[in-house]
Each structure stands twice: as C-alpha cells, then as structure tokens.
C-alpha cells in the first residue's frame, strides 16, 4: 500500500473541507424544510385568531369611507392633469375621451365619537361601531389588476404561489383544536350576481410552507368537505385501520425519502377522520338560539349567504380554528354603483355588526382581529356614463379603506388622509407590507424576523422590501 505524502493529502482532499461544510447546511436546509411548525410568537401576542372579510373586486372608498363634500361641484368636470400625474390607468378606461368627476350619490355623516364620516345610509348598523373600529384611509398597492393585486393582499406578492396571511398564522401559532383545521375558508354568495370576479384555491394556498397550512375550503351547500364522511357500508372501524394502514406506508416512504409532504400527508388523513365527528357538529346551526339570527340578519338562516358564512366563522373562531377567511364577491363596480352598492351593503352591513357585537359579548373581541377590505380602491372618475344617480368606478391601487376590530387594533382611531379627489395619499400613506406587518405584530412576529428557509433564503410575507407595523394602529 502506498501511503499519502502530506502534498497529495491536501491535494486530494482539497474539497473535504467544503463538502463537510456543505453537508452541514443541507442538514440544516432539510431540517427546516421539514420543519412543520415556527418556534412559536416572538412575543406575547394580542390576537389569538384572526378573521378576515375580504371583499372581492375593490369596494369604493369614495362611495363608504372616504367623505369627499367637495367633489359636489366638481361633478362632470374632467379629472386635473396636476391630479392623475401621469399615473398608470387600466385598459378599461385608458381609452375615455374624458375623466369626469362622479361624486358619491349616498349620504354621509359622522359616526361614533370618533366622528368618522362614513357612508350611514347604506351602513347604518356598521356606523354604530364606529369607536371599535380602526379606520384605515390611506393603503396602496402596486397592482392595478384584479389577479395580482388580490394576491398581493393575501399573499405579500403579485406572482401567485407564495404562502397567504393564514398560512403563516397557522405555520407559526399553530393549532388550538386538533379536531378541526387551524385554517378555514368560506365563500359567501352575494346577493348580486351582476360582475364576480374569479378567486381559486391558490389565494389560500400554503405556497412553500408546509401543505398542512394551506386553507381548508368549507362549502355552503351539501357536505362542507367533499369525500370526508365515510362511503355508504364502510364503519368507522373499518375508516381508521385503513387510516392507519396507510399511515404505515406513508411512514415508510418518509423514512426513505425525507419527504417532508409525506409527513403532511400523514397528518392531513388524521385530521380528516377527526373531522368527521366534529365538522357536523360545527356546520349544525340549529342549536343556535334565535336571538343570534336575529341579530345576524334576515340571511343568517340562508346557507351560503354572507349573513350565513359570518355566523359560521364566528362558530369556527369560537371552536379554536385560528384563521378564517371570508370572501365576498362583486365589489367590481365598472358600472351601476347606484344600483349594485346598496345591494352589496345590505348584505354585509348587519353581519360585520353582528359579528363585533356577538364576539364582545362571548368575551372573544379583544382576543379576535378582524379584517374588513378588499385588493384596492375606485377611481373618482366615472367610467361609462354618468348622471347624479349611478356611475362606475375603475380600479384604483394608488389610495384605499380598509379597516379592522379586535385583536389588538384601536378602535375609534381615523388613520390617513387622501386629497380632495380621493386619488393621492397626503397624510399617513400604509403600503399593504405594513400593514400586513402590523397583522403579524398583532399576531406576536417581528415581521423582519418571522421567515421560512426556501431556496437557500429566509422566505418572508413582507419579502425583501422593508415593513413595519404601524404604532398608530396598535392599541
């Protein structure tokens, strides 16, 4: 046997050094890639569980939560170079001859203590808690189109496949019910059908977090999960050794692949025969009193309905599930606001209150965020035609209104101001990425520090651009 002289040692090996290194971080990379769950909050957080109400398509600030008195003498008067500035415009109404100005046609006044000035006609009920309600007067978004933008909303970015706000509230907080998913969604039916856009399950997807965490989608109608309840014949006896049969194989295959979906798969079976006995219980609102539907409106007994879905949100937050996501279609109002605005009010005006007051009386308000808004705002400019009784309003990312009770948001405050036009944010601009790191703050994470390794970087909601939360929110 010939021995290595010390030179071809340090020759031969000249990568065991580096290979050791590399091996090292894989290690490291396929440990947190197999990681299914964060260390848990940063710090003590405010919320326990969120619900989210996102109206889909846009609601228009001008015509809910953004009083502008003066865009009454501007009526039919084309829309001032020095205003729009150049700014990006759709393709729906980049071809108008002319941008005339459309006043709000509903009746504002001053509401609460706060004294915010709202739409009271359409929102009566929600006017009514004004002093527990944080009003947001000034978000913007980059995207112009409904696609990316609802994306962006949900997901921190335009381009589809990254982890929505409810993944990363179950990846790092966790379940509160093993018996339910930690992460559910609802699709409300609105009673106006004329202009939906379209939302698929890639707006909860888990993205590259863990699959556990993406959302599981309840319907309105029949089963609320398709295939979860046993086929005719088969017992429940039968259903867990198949489980556990199949649990066995997946063990097996994860042994040998390291596949951290293997062990999602895992999980996701168990959960399901779990579910089996708690999901009918949840979805029976038979046993609730009727002063709750009272409360909740006339549609609250209508399967499907946004009345419906809130109470069932209410049900499931109750339960420990610790995000919910509600969608609420046709806030696309390119036409008729006179005729669809009022309809898309009615069906969501006595349910967001109902839902406030409900949680405050269980004592879950101060421990329960809820979010109300959709991807971005309305032009004051009319698109199509206009008279003083109905108009349409184009997409609008560069100002909008949201707002949010509970969990930690202060309620009563007014936060940002637009100019006079609603079209420029002059006072206390919130970029979406701080205001989706003032929900984390609110959920106990640093934002800038809340990450999950992928593809060799620290993957966050807020991507690369810097975010904070906003002090003033907070309460």
């Given at each position: 046997?010939?021995?290595?002289?010390?030179?071809?040692?340090?020759?031969?090996?000249?990568?065991?050094?580096?290979?050791?290194?590399?091996?090292?971080?894989?290690?490291?990379?396929?440990?947190?890639?197999?990681?299914?769950?964060?260390?848990?909050?940063?710090?003590?957080?405010?919320?326990?569980?969120?619900?989210?109400?996102?109206?889909?398509?846009?609601?228009?600030?001008?015509?809910?939560?953004?009083?502008?008195?003066?865009?009454?003498?501007?009526?039919?008067?084309?829309?001032p170079d020095s205003i729009r500035n150049g700014q990006r415009l759709t393709t729906m109404t980049s071809g108008q001859a002319r941008f005339p100005i459309a006043p709000s046609k509903f009746e504002f006044s001053a509401a609460g203590q706060c004294g915010m000035m709202m739409?009271?006609?359409?929102?009566?009920?929600?006017?009514?808690?004004?002093?527990?309600?944080?009003?947001?007067?000034?978000?913007?978004?980059?995207?112009?189109?409904?696609?990316?933008?609802?994306?962006?909303?949900?997901?921190?970015?335009?381009?589809?496949?990254?982890?929505?706000?409810?993944?990363?509230?179950?990846?790092?907080?966790?379940?509160?019910?093993?018996?339910?998913?930690?992460?559910?969604?609802?699709?409300?039916?609105?009673?106006?059908?004329?202009?939906?856009?379209?939302?698929?399950?890639?707006?909860?997807?888990?993205?590259?977090?863990?699959?556990?965490?993406?959302?599981?989608?309840?319907?309105?109608?029949?089963?609320?999960?398709?295939?979860?309840?046993?086929?005719?014949?088969?017992?429940?006896?039968?259903?867990?050794?198949?489980?556990?049969?199949?649990?066995?194989?997946?063990?097996?295959?994860?042994?040998?692949?390291?596949?951290?979906?293997?062990?999602?798969?895992?999980?996701?079976?168990?959960?399901?025969?779990?579910?089996?006995?708690?999901?009918?219980?949840?979805?029976?609102?038979?046993?609730?009193?009727?002063?709750?539907?009272?409360?909740?409106?006339p549609d609250a007994k209508k399967p499907g309905s946004f009345a419906n879905s809130v109470l069932m949100a209410r049900r499931l937050a109750e339960r420990g599930v610790r995000f919910i996501q509600l969608y609420h279609n046709n806030w696309d109002h390119h036409s008729n606001?006179?005729?669809?605005?009022?309809?898309?009010?009615?069906?969501?005006?006595?349910?967001?209150?109902?839902?406030?007051?409900?949680?405050?009386?269980?004592?879950?308000?101060?421990?329960?965020?809820?979010?109300?808004?959709?991807?971005?705002?309305?032009?004051?400019?009319?698109?199509?035609?206009?008279?003083?009784?109905?108009?349409?309003?184009?997409?609008?990312?560069?100002?909008?209104?949201?707002?949010?009770?509970?969990?930690?948001?202060?309620?009563?405050?007014?936060?940002?101001?637009?100019?006079?036009?609603?079209?420029?944010?002059?006072?206390?601009?919130?970029?979406?990425?701080?205001?989706?790191?003032?929900?984390?703050?609110?959920?106990?994470?640093?934002?800038?520090?809340?990450?999950?390794?992928?593809?060799?970087?620290?993957?966050?909601?807020?991507?690369?651009?810097?975010?904070?939360?906003?002090?003033?929110?907070?309460?």
């Open positions: 046997m010939n021995p290595f002289t010390r030179r071809q040692f340090f020759t031969n090996g000249s990568h065991l050094l580096g290979g050791a290194a590399l091996s090292s971080l894989f290690g490291q990379s396929l440990q947190a890639a197999m990681s299914h769950k964060a260390g848990g909050p940063h710090f003590t957080p405010k919320a326990k569980r969120v619900i989210y109400l996102h109206m889909v398509g846009g609601p228009s600030q001008i015509d809910l939560f953004d009083y502008k008195p003066e865009m009454m003498k501007w009526y039919d008067k084309d829309l739409n009271t006609e359409l929102l009566p009920n929600l006017a009514k808690k004004a002093d527990e309600i944080c009003w947001m007067r000034s978000l913007h978004t980059e995207a112009i189109n409904h696609e990316p933008a609802i994306a962006a909303m949900q997901t921190g970015n335009q381009i589809g496949g990254r982890p929505c706000l409810g993944s990363w509230a179950s990846y790092g907080l966790g379940s509160m019910n093993e018996n339910l998913p930690t992460f559910v969604v609802l699709v409300a039916t609105p009673t106006n059908r004329e202009q939906e856009q379209a939302i698929s399950a890639r707006l909860w997807s888990s993205g590259y977090l863990p699959g556990e965490h993406a959302g599981v989608s309840f319907r309105s109608k029949g089963d609320p999960i398709l295939y979860i309840n046993n086929p005719p014949g088969v017992p429940d006896s039968v259903r867990r050794r198949t489980i556990e049969g199949l649990n066995a194989l997946n063990e097996l295959e994860f042994q040998q692949l390291g596949d951290p979906e293997t062990q999602t798969r895992i999980s996701q079976y168990e959960m399901a025969f779990r579910m089996q006995a708690s999901v009918p219980e949840l979805t029976d609102l038979s046993k609730e009193p009727e002063h709750i539907f009272e409360l909740y409106g606001v006179g005729g669809r605005m009022p309809s898309q009010c009615k069906d969501v005006d006595q349910p967001c209150f109902a839902l406030l007051e409900d949680l405050k009386q269980r004592g879950m308000l101060d421990e329960t965020l809820i979010i109300w808004g959709g991807e971005f705002g309305r032009t004051i400019y009319s698109q199509g035609g206009l008279s003083k009784e109905n108009y349409g309003r184009d997409h609008h990312p560069r100002c909008f209104s949201m707002w949010m009770a509970g969990g930690g948001a202060k309620g009563g405050t007014i936060y940002g101001e637009t100019d006079d036009f609603s079209y420029n944010i002059v006072k206390d601009p919130l970029h979406i990425s701080d205001f989706h790191a003032t929900v984390l703050h609110l959920l106990g994470f640093h934002a800038d520090r809340f990450s999950y390794k992928f593809q060799g970087l620290d993957a966050k909601l807020i991507g690369v651009n810097p975010a904070k939360p906003v002090k003033a929110l907070l309460a």
